[in-house]
């Protein structure tokens, strides 16, 4: 069965969007692509293909996908952000994939040979979508919207991304989904490639607090979700681990990825990654 299928790209001033919609018009199928949000440097100016949903006010990536499905014509809905590059055959797996399930998601690579934090920060961000993770119809594992595709029906019984999350709206969205009763997939063969984009120390910690800052949020909708061992039991329990949990997480990542081996320089600033997420859910704990 043929899909026709539509590609959401939010966008906010990203130098790197005009190579996402090069790759996604590289596609084999005939995909409509819509990029929401602002493209003050103008890197799309002028390109085939693409039709520009401009805001004039800044737009979260949860605004930005749901005012692309408002605008979508496609019965299938595509999901990739400004800073990937979609691989050759991505779209056509994603589509097959929604002919078994109504929820895809796939595969993240990135270049292990490059500055080592950015390196880390994708370690440390994306490990759960690396192309060894085996294929399933029906996973409970997570997917993200920088790699997502739903039928329009999907999309339908599961509602619009909560834009009240500042961040894991895209958990929050396939969590929802499978409350609805929807199968959700993971197909390791619809790839795409993550640039690197946070080159610095301070970057890598910055991104991770942001994630750890609206933790609590997140988990106030799903609260069992999250393994809650005993370390988190409290906040003192958990600050008095933490910096242990840190090592062991990072380390625990390469043990079971062993491709990210040839990266093992990067291990110090997964470490860091995951301290600084921990210290930010510490500082954001409610009760404190």
Known sequence: ??????????????????????????????LEILVVGRD??????????VRMVATETALSPAAARNRGVEEARGQALLFTDADCRPQ????EALLATLERAPVAGGAVRFD?????????DNIASFHEFLADRPR?????????????????????????????????????????????????????DAVVEHAAVRSTRGELERHAAWYGRHFHAFLARHPGSFARGPTWASRGRLAATAPVKALLSAVGIFRRHPGLLPAWRSLPGVVRFKWAWYRAVLAAWPDA
């Open 136 to 188: 399933e119809d029906r996973t409970r594992g997570p997917l993200g919207t920088l790699n997502l595709a739903a039928t329009r029906e999907a999309w339908r019984r599961t509602g619009p991304f909560d834009e009240a999350l500042p961040t894991s709206e895209d958990h929050d969205w396939v969590l929802r989904a499978r409350q609805a009763g929807l199968a959700t997939a993971f197909t390791p």
């Open 40 to 49: 003050r440097p103008g890197r799309l100016a002028g390109a085939e293909g």
């Open 112 to 120: 292990l040979g490059g500055n080592r934090w950015a390196v880390a």
């Open 1 to 30: 069965m043929s899909i026709p299928a539509t590609v959401v790209i939010p966008n906010l001033d990203c130098p790197l969007v005009d190579r996402a919609v090069e790759a996604v018009r590289a596609q084999t199928p005939a």
């Open 88 to 91: 050759p055959g991505w779209a």
